[in-house]
Structures are given as structure tokens and as C-alpha cells.
């Protein structure tokens, strides 16, 4: 199936995207970005995940959007709710994905690489406009027309594999692909150790899927 650019967090979505893109054929780089997040646990669990799940190479780069900030996982003046809130929430960090994608498609170029994987979910995600199918869609055109690889006619392929399923069914099907979710780190507010708080949304989107899919939760809550 040729090169893959694939996009790992160090949380559960990205590490069960992994596990699919590798179970396809593909030869899976891994991509992480510091993007000036709360805490490095997420990036730290990203290696683990990289490493279990056979990247061929793992690559972190440094971009920090707690420059501009406006968002609660950049801005610590900002606090991550300890409750579900109406329309797009303050954990929403303003153009993220168009930022991971935009790397994601330079490495890709780069690397010869046709495919580029993101774990960005549409039924359990928490409002955020760039996990829609209609965002992927539009970015696989943007690759089209704003690459030398895409005017030359070397067609890139934008995966979001998870955007129509639950959190229990991406769990699930993890678990057949053999991913260790005690790896993962989805905490908006990890510590150190990458012990959960157990109250945010992504906590409890977690933590609701695992229940639902009936399998033991791996998470270590504060």
C-alpha cells in the first residue's frame, strides 16, 4: 500500500488509527507535533505508541500555538472545563488540525508518501469544526492544489478512518488490532506521570467508550 504519513497524539483515536494504517500494508512514519500543550505526556505516550505499534520512524516537531493561544490546552490563564458546555468549547484550539495536516503533507511530499492518516472522530467528538468529514474532504482538495506533488498529478489521500464511529466501537476495534490503550494519554490535563484527571470531556468520553464497549478501563485517574 506504499508510505503513510500518520498523525499520533499518544492519545486512544491516533494509536487505534495507527494500528488500521499499519494492518492495511502501509509503512507507517509516525508525526506528533508539541504544539505548546498543557503537559508532554501526550507526546511522551506518542513514542510508546510509535514504537508498539511499528512505526518506521517517528518524527516530533516543535510548533508552539500557546503563542497566540485562545484555547484552554494552550493558555493556562484559560481552565479546561470540568463539565460538558454548548457549542464549540474552550478546549478547541483554533485551526489545530489545518496546522497537523499542513506538516503531515510536507512530510508526506517529502517522503514520497501518498497517504496521510488523522484520528479525528465526528460522533464522540466534543464540537470541534475541524474533525468534520467535510474538513478532511476539503483539505484532501487543498493537497491537490497547493503541492508540486498534486500539480504534477500524484493524488494524495487524506484518511480519517475513525470519523464515523463511536468511542466504543474505535476501542473495539483496537483491541482486535491488538492496540495496548494503557500506552495512551488523553487527559486534557495529564500530570507528569500521565495520570488522568477523570473530568474532562476527553476523560470522560474515555471512560464512557471503554464501559460501553465493555472492556476494562486501563486508565490511571488522579
Given at each position: ?7 499520533v ?19 507507517c512514519?509516525?508525526l ?26 517517528h518524527?516530533t ?15 493556562t ?9 454548548a457549542?464549540?468549547p ?11 495536516l499542513?506538516?503531515a ?11 496521510i ?38 493524488r ?13 466501537e474505535?476501542?473495539r ?50
Amino acid at each position: 500500500m506504499g508510505k503513510a504519513v500518520v498523525l499520533v497524539s499518544g492519545g486512544l483515536d491516533s494509536a487505534t488509527t495507527l494500528a488500521m494504517a499499519r494492518d492495511a500494508g502501509h509503512v507507517c512514519h509516525a508525526l506528533s507535533i508539541a504544539y505548546g500543550q498543557r503537559h508532554r505526556a501526550e507526546l511522551t505516550a506518542a513514542v510508546r505508541v510509535a514504537q508498539a505499534l511499528g512505526a518506521v520512524d517517528h518524527k516530533t516537531v516543535a510548533l508552539d500555538l500557546s503563542s497566540i493561544g485562545g484555547s484552554a490546552l494552550t493558555d493556562t490563564h484559560i481552565s479546561v472545563p470540568d463539565r460538558p458546555s454548548a457549542g464549540i468549547p474552550v478546549t478547541y484550539v483554533p485551526a489545530r488540525n489545518t496546522v497537523f495536516l499542513a506538516v503531515a503533507l510536507g512530510w508526506a511530499e517529502v517522503l514520497g508518501a501518498e497517504h496521510i492518516f488523522i484520528g479525528v472522530n465526528a460522533v464522540d467528538y466534543s464540537g470541534y469544526p475541524d474533525c468534520r468529514p467535510e474538513f478532511i474532504a476539503a483539505f484532501e482538495r487543498l493537497a491537490a492544489l497547493g503541492t508540486r506533488a498534486g500539480v504534477q498529478g500524484r493524488r494524495f489521500h487524506i484518511h480519517a478512518p475513525l470519523s464515523k464511529l463511536s468511542k466504543a466501537e474505535i476501542i473495539r476495534l483496537g483491541m482486535g488490532l491488538g492496540v495496548d490503550y494503557a500506552l495512551t494519554v488523553s487527559c486534557y490535563t495529564a500530570d507528569a506521570a500521565g495520570h488522568a484527571c477523570g473530568v474532562c470531556d476527553s476523560c470522560r468520553l474515555r471512560r464512557q467508550g471503554f464501559l460501553e464497549a465493555g472492556v476494562p478501563d486501563p486508565t490511571v485517574y488522579r
